[in-house]
Nanobody, 116 residues
Framework: QVQLVESGGGWVQPGGSLKLSCVGS????????MSWWRQAPGKEREFVAI????????TYLDSVRGRFTISRDNAKNMGYLQMNNLKPEDTAVYYC?????????WGQGTQVTVSS
């Protein structure tokens, strides 16, 4: 059974940090590009960051570049999103996605709330 499970969300004050984790099972994790997406209330889901299967290349949404870092540990089937200097506009449900050209899998999401 294929699963992607996110964790690490929560409430943080502006300027704070959180590290999201995503664990994959039931598929060959290293064979998939891994990305993070987010969806704020009343808005469409948007791309945040992506890393290649080997973790050798990364791309970020402009508004998070320099604050967020995507990484992965294929030996543990884990993906991560380190989020620093969080802003209220980062508040959203964050999802991880594993994708290859013919198939993609989504996690259930984890809530991140940034407020004072």
């Amino acid at each position: 059974q294929v699963q992607l499970v996110e964790s690490g969300g929560g409430w943080v004050q502006p300027g704070g940090s959180l590290k999201l984790s995503c664990v994959g099972s039931g598929f060959t994790f290293s064979g998939y590009a891994m990305s993070w997406w987010r969806q704020a209330p009343g808005k469409e889901r948007e791309f945040v960051a992506i890393t290649s299967g080997a973790g050798s290349s990364t791309t970020y949404l402009d508004s998070v570049r320099g604050r967020f870092t995507i990484s992965r540990d294929n030996a543990k089937n884990m993906g991560y999103l380190q989020m620093n200097n969080l802003k209220p506009e980062d508040t959203a449900v964050y999802y991880c996605k594993a994708r290859r050209p013919d198939v993609e899998y989504w996690g259930q999401g984890t809530q991140v709330t940034v407020s004072s």
